[in-house]
């Protein structure tokens, strides 16, 4: 118990740490990096050959996503958003019909957009899962580590897909400000590593 107990400790830490490099960042430099990262992801194989894409809806401090959707309904492809259980840990991925239906979805107690509680929408894993998962985060590394916010959602998903899509599994992909990115994430053993981290200086 003591080494989760440590964990546990060192990750709070991180988060406040992160949380407040993240307040320090401008409005200009958060769309400077966005604008960056969204050109490495239409030029990334991985995002060119999947058909089937989640992506997170951007919150205040985190990567802008609002390029790569619309760039998703441009290619065709299909594109699906979390939307988070008010209960547990439990997240679902909805099909968006259109990147101008985003304005229109309601907002949850933590501000983030999201299709309504009881709205009926196809869910990614019953109709053929995904191929590319936008993973957010708080903190990365570049051993594909991830510090989230502490919920727990997208372990949760990714446990799911192991089950349900045992075949062909999701690539993960983070989306990162260079200020998200540290030298070693503290995790346990039900943290989830990505496959890959974009950041502006990513290989």
């Given at each position: 118990?003591a080494a989760?107990?440590?964990?546990?400790?060192?990750?709070?830490?991180?988060?406040?740490?992160?949380?407040?490099?993240l307040r320090?960042?401008?409005?200009?430099e958060?769309l400077?990096?966005?604008?960056?990262?969204?050109?490495?992801?239409?030029?990334?194989?991985?995002?060119?050959?999947?058909?089937?894409?989640?992506?997170f809806?951007?919150?205040?401090?985190?990567?802008?996503?609002?390029?790569?959707?619309?760039?998703?309904?441009q290619q065709?492809?299909?594109c699906?958003?979390?939307?988070?259980?008010?209960?547990?840990?439990?997240?679902?991925?909805?099909?968006?019909?259109?990147?101008?239906?985003?304005?229109?979805?309601p907002?949850?107690?933590?501000?983030?957009?999201?299709?309504?509680?009881?709205?009926?929408?196809?869910?990614?894993?019953s109709?053929?899962?995904?191929?590319?998962?936008?993973?957010?985060?708080?903190?990365?590394?570049?051993q594909?580590?991830?510090?989230?916010?502490?919920?727990g959602?997208?372990?949760?998903?990714?446990?799911?897909?192991l089950?349900?899509?045992?075949?062909?599994?999701?690539?993960?992909?983070?989306?990162?400000?260079?200020?998200?990115?540290?030298?070693?994430v503290?995790v346990?053993?039900?943290?989830?590593?990505?496959?890959?981290?974009?950041?502006?200086d990513?290989p």
């Amino acid at each position: 118990m003591a080494a989760a107990a440590a964990v546990s400790s060192a990750k709070r830490s991180l988060r406040a740490e992160l949380k407040q490099r993240l307040r320090a960042m401008s409005a200009e430099e958060r769309l400077r990096q966005s604008r960056l990262l969204a050109q490495k992801v239409l030029a990334h194989s991985q995002y060119q050959k999947s058909k089937r894409i989640s992506v997170f809806l951007s919150m205040q401090d985190e990567v802008e996503t609002e390029e790569i959707i619309r760039d998703i309904f441009q290619q065709g492809k299909a594109c699906f958003i979390p939307r988070y259980g008010s209960q547990g840990s439990h997240m679902d991925m909805l099909r968006l019909a259109s990147p101008d239906e985003v304005a229109l979805l309601p907002r949850t107690p933590w501000n983030i957009r999201q299709p309504g509680e009881n709205e009926v929408r196809e869910e990614a894993l019953s109709t053929g899962g995904l191929d590319l998962i936008f993973m957010p985060g708080l903190g990365f590394d570049k051993q594909g580590n991830r510090l989230g916010r502490g919920k727990g959602y997208y372990d949760a998903y990714l446990t799911r897909c192991l089950q349900q899509q045992r075949d062909s599994q999701p690539y993960t992909m983070a989306l990162a400000f260079r200020e998200q990115m540290c030298l070693q994430v503290p995790v346990d053993e039900h943290d989830v590593r990505v496959d890959e981290v974009l950041y502006e200086d990513s290989p």
